[in-house]
């Protein structure tokens, strides 16, 4: 890595953030810490940072630079909520612009958060940089040339990139590029075998193996992620009611009745994808060499996730449908929720109790989760759509799952229904061959080491430095 330009500057450049405030737990608000925070660590004389805090309403953790909450008012139950007005900062960003006078405006969010910032150059004193977090396909059309006005456009993976590139044309040459997050490879760390050993037994419920084989979930509950396909991998795996090929290793599924749970007998035994179809032979390679699988009771799935009044699946009516039960098939964080989750610190515990990160999500921006398994050795059973796809196919990280794209309700962008019989199919790899996990584990943590913090924070910093100071900015792109 080059380094970076060392001509001394007459006063700190000022950057005002406008994303979700830093004292979340939310992957944007992490993301923010890693780069901020370590650029005012590294370069303390260079840069001054204040931010426009979106959703700040309870926190896990201190900021380290001044913050600007949005507006909020008490609804009619006396709660605290925001302004619709303000809920991206439409308001509140227009009133700080005097009091900041930044040299940059750094906005991290999905396009429709960041569109009211995006004046003409012409109509304001400093650089505009939007670091997008879009996760599918395709971009509004009416995104783009609003987007346009922009200094420089980042988003958070290639995909994203050429989402963007085919959508919005008139882009100028230059002004588009991408950046991985930051990873945090000393808090995301592996562990040795004893030290996981020693872990697992201070925090699994006494109910759970100490030898289990345990799937992860991070995540909300949301229409985009899936969540639901989770419980339906789960309840086949725990229950045998599947098939697999001795020849192939293929998986196929009984169809079933979900209001009763009971699967059909074996004369009435039918693929749940294709009705109709006598199972005879393999579905997949034609062979006669088929079997109902071994339940794997020894396998349970962990999730980290908040239960919200307004979840896209109700969770206990998912754990029903699939014949599934908390503190027996599946558990969650002790005390989890939107406003109790746990502090930056602890969150890398999770990665190194569990055998595998079970992330079937329909699509991410990036999929911050994904990015910490493979910081701390873990493998990744994925969806391979959007930005997680892409680093971790790159990094030979996991064991990728097809499935359907279906578009989602009101915007219309692309989401990926995970495969059920695929991700099976991968899970049992991970649990009859370990050492492919430890060795897909490895791969992760050696292609996240690429994009540490110190690498991405110095990228950073040779961005803004261009912006702003162009004649002392390294050589180069700033998009690099």
């Not at 406008?18 to 923010?32: H, K, N, R």
């Not at 991206?88 to 700080?96: N, P, V």
């Not at 994009?451 to 700033?478: C, D, K, M, N, Y």
Request: hydrophobic letters at 40%; proline letters at 8%.
């Amino acid at each position: 890595m080059k380094d970076e330009p060392t001509t001394p500057v007459s006063r700190r450049t000022k950057i005002l953030v406008v994303t979700d405030s830093p004292i979340l737990p939310s992957g944007l608000a992490e993301t923010t810490r890693l780069i901020f925070g370590s650029l005012l660590k590294r370069y303390p004389e260079q840069y001054e940072v204040h931010q426009l805090g979106l959703f700040q309403c309870y926190a896990v953790t201190t900021p380290q630079w001044p913050v600007y909450p949005t507006m909020t008012f008490k609804n009619r139950q006396g709660k605290l909520d925001f302004v619709p007005e303000d809920k991206y900062g439409q308001k509140t960003f227009f009133r700080l612009l005097p009091k900041v006078q930044p040299d940059i405006v750094f906005a991290f969010g999905d396009p429709q958060t960041v569109l009211y910032l995006c004046r003409p150059p012409k109509e304001r004193r400093y650089k505009l940089l939007l670091y997008i977090n879009f996760d599918g396909l395709p971009l509004p059309p009416d995104y783009g040339p609003v987007l346009n006005n922009a200094d420089l456009i980042f988003t958070k993976s290639e995909f994203s990139k050429n989402v963007v590139a085919c959508c919005v044309p008139a882009v100028a040459k230059g002004k588009l590029g991408y950046r991985y997050s930051p990873a945090d490879l000393e808090r995301f760390a592996p562990v040795t075998e004893e030290v996981r050993a020693e872990m697992r037994r201070d925090l699994f419920p006494a109910w759970m193996w100490q030898e289990a084989f345990v799937l992860g979930w991070v995540g909300r509950n949301q229409w985009r992620k899936q969540n639901w396909v989770l419980y339906k991998v789960l309840h086949y795996l725990r229950t045998g009611q599947y098939l697999v090929c001795r020849r192939c290793g293929r998986v196929s599924l009984f169809d079933w009745d979900p209001a009763r749970q009971l699967h059909l007998n074996a004369e009435g035994l039918v693929l749940e994808s294709r009705p109709g179809y006598r199972y005879e032979v393999c579905a997949h390679c034609g062979s006669n060499e088929i079997e109902q699988a071994r339940p794997l009771q020894d396998v349970f799935l962990w999730c980290h996730t908040p239960e919200e009044p307004d979840e896209a699946w109700p969770l206990r009516w998912i754990e029903g449908q699939f014949a599934l039960r908390r503190d027996r098939d599946l558990y969650y964080t002790p005390g989890h929720g939107l406003k109790s989750a746990l502090a930056p610190e602890d969150v890398p515990m999770l990665y190194r109790i569990w055998d595998c990160l079970l992330y079937l999500s329909g699509g991410e921006g990036f999929g911050l989760p994904a990015w910490e398994a493979m910081c701390s050795g873990l493998p990744v059973v994925y969806t391979n759509y959007s930005a997680h796809g892409e680093f971790l196919s790159r990094g030979k990280a996991g064991l990728p799952v097809g499935g359907i794209l279906q578009p989602e309700p009101k915007n219309c962008i692309w989401r990926m229904v995970a495969d059920v019989p695929q991700a099976i199919e991968a899970v049992r790899r991970l649990y009859f061959d370990r050492g492919l996990a430890r060795e897909l584990g490895a791969n992760g943590c050696r292609f996240a080491a690429q994009f540490g913090i110190e690498a991405q924070v110095g990228a950073w910093h040779r961005t803004f430095s261009a912006l702003v100071r162009p004649a002392v900015a390294a050589s180069g792109s700033v998009l690099v």
